[in-house]
């Protein structure tokens, strides 16, 4: 399989240049595994791209400097390197904060080895504001685990689990009130043990199978 190569583009901001960038990447049979938008003005923009791809990744650059819509090519480490894995908490602040302590004493012990974990974390309150970010985080990249934190949690929220957990992500919840911890695939009560949990099931450094857990509580 071939390696994940990033590059930063500095391109016109007007109608049609993701095509002529996208003609490019697909004229070099490489594979555009994500792209962003990250600054926008008036007549510019730069867009982080992720791709593979069987030729080096001077040649894809090459045919990139020479195409109209694109002013500036810079070759930059793919995020997956940098940030690694992400793992979600929401939630109430309290309980976030408890299984963010947890997972980032957690991580650091992993990334030390040479792991690259990255926890990102949301308060929230409200059973719509929840579903909403829950079923976002599908459209997060290297998200591999969400971890839901509250007293309180069902409704809306749990269909949202359901629908984010058949698409292959993973999810652990705090013991809590409603029927959210019915439908995650591992229930904690302890939020700084739940962080930990949840370090421990992406880490290739770790010997923990979340699937042989499945439906437990702790």
């Known amino acids: 399989m071939s390696e994940e190569q990033a590059v930063l583009l500095n391109v016109s901001n007007r109608p049609g240049t993701l095509l002529e960038v996208a003609r490019v990447f697909a004229g070099h049979q490489a594979n555009v595994t994500n792209l962003e938008i990250i600054d926008r003005r008036d007549a510019d923009a ?40 992400r793992i979600i908490v929401m939630g109430g602040g309290a309980q976030v904060g408890q299984v963010a302590l947890g997972a980032i004493s957690e991580a650091d012990r992993h990334n030390i080895r040479g792991e690259r974990i990255s926890i990102d974390t949301i308060p929230l309150v409200g059973e719509r504001e929840l ?29 949202a689990v359901r629908d984010v957990r058949s698409g292959g992500t993973r ?27 949840a370090v421990m099931a992406v880490a290739d450094t770790a010997r923990f199978d979340l699937e042989r857990l499945r439906g437990r509580r702790y």
């Open 46 to 85: 730069r867009l982080y791209v992720e791709f593979t791809a069987d030729l080096p990744i001077e040649t894809v650059t090459a045919a990139l400097e020479t195409t109209a819509v694109i002013s500036g090519v810079e070759i930059v480490s793919p995020l997956s390197r940098i940030y690694g894995k």
């Open 131 to 159: 579903a909403a970010a829950v079923r976002a985080v599908v459209r997060l990249p290297r998200v591999r685990l969400l971890v839901l934190a509250g007293s309180l949690m069902g409704g809306e929220i749990t269909a």
């Open 171 to 197: 999810v652990i919840a705090l013991n809590m009130a409603g029927s959210v911890p019915d439908a995650a695939d591992l229930v904690v009560s302890d939020p700084i043990q739940a962080g930990v949990m």
